[in-house]
């Protein structure tokens, strides 16, 4: 089952330019962490944020966290041409430590 | 610096045969987990292990069954490969800590599965 939904689904850019990715999800979580996936590769972990956080920073990437609205943004400012991936957000799933994707934003930044 | 490795990035089997995809990861994590990977419908989990031996079910575990005798060492079999299951295959592993999803996970490079 799918608890976290990126919007968009695509998202095309040139380069210097901001790119924000959204994420919603379902049910009361701790927790909410963001992976990059270049094309044909593995995922690598970017970011955490916890609960109580409303706002978190790693370089120029800044991820928000609205629990209310069960929402997440992930901002990736002054874009390059090496952030084209496919962005994901994940979210804690049940008991133990499983994680449960979402579909993913595909990112195209252009020269 | 975390490494995972999976046995194979391509792979071409026929239906029918039993496919053995292996996965290495050095950092003596607890956790390792499959997950296949198909467009639009992002990752679903197959098999979950949290120590040696043990494992439970994910998502979509139909089809496919997993082997941990060694921590290091994660393996997902299908017994009679089939068309539907061709796909890509990741491979993740994390520490076991709180068990409350917190877990960085760490993944390998995948392996494209192709049945025909």
């Known amino acids: 089952s799918q608890q976290g939904e990126e919007d968009p689904q695509a998202l095309s850019i040139q380069e210097g330019e901001n790119a924000t990715m959204n994420c919603s999800y379902k049910?009361?979580?701790?927790?909410l962490q963001w992976y990059r996936q270049n094309s044909g590769r593995g995922l690598v972990h970017l970011i955490l944020i916890r609960s109580n956080e409303r706002e978190k920073h790693s370089g120029r990437l800044r991820v928000t966290l609205d629990t209310s609205k069960k929402s997440s943004s992930l901002l990736i400012t002054a874009s390059r041409a090496a952030d084209t991936a496919s962005y994901f957000c994940?979210?804690?799933?049940?008991?133990?430590?499983?994680?449960?994707f979402g579909t993913g934003t595909r990112l195209q930044v252009t020269l | 610096d975390v490494k995972v490795t999976q046995s194979s990035r391509y792979l071409v089997k026929r239906t029918g045969e039993k496919v053995f995809l292996e996965c290495v990861q050095d950092?003596?994590?607890?956790?390792m987990f499959w997950y296949r990977q198909d467009p639009g419908l992002g990752l679903r989990l197959i098999y979950f292990?949290?120590?040696?031996?043990?494992?439970e079910k994910g998502d979509i575990p139909e089809g496919y069954s997993v082997s941990r005798e060694k921590k290091e060492r994660f393996s997902l079999i299908l017994e009679s490969a089939s068309t539907n299951q061709t796909s890509m295959y990741l491979c993740?592993?994390?520490?076991?800590?709180?068990?409350?999803?917190?877990?960085?996970?760490?993944f390998g490079p995948g392996t494209r599965l192709l049945v025909l």
């Open positions: 049910t009361s979580i701790n927790n």
């Open positions: 994940a979210t804690p799933t049940g008991t133990a430590s499983k994680l449960t």
């Open positions: 993740a592993s994390s520490l076991l800590r709180t068990g409350l999803g917190q877990e960085t996970q760490y």
């Open positions: 292990s949290y120590d040696v031996k043990m494992k």
């Open positions: 950092m003596d994590h607890e956790n």
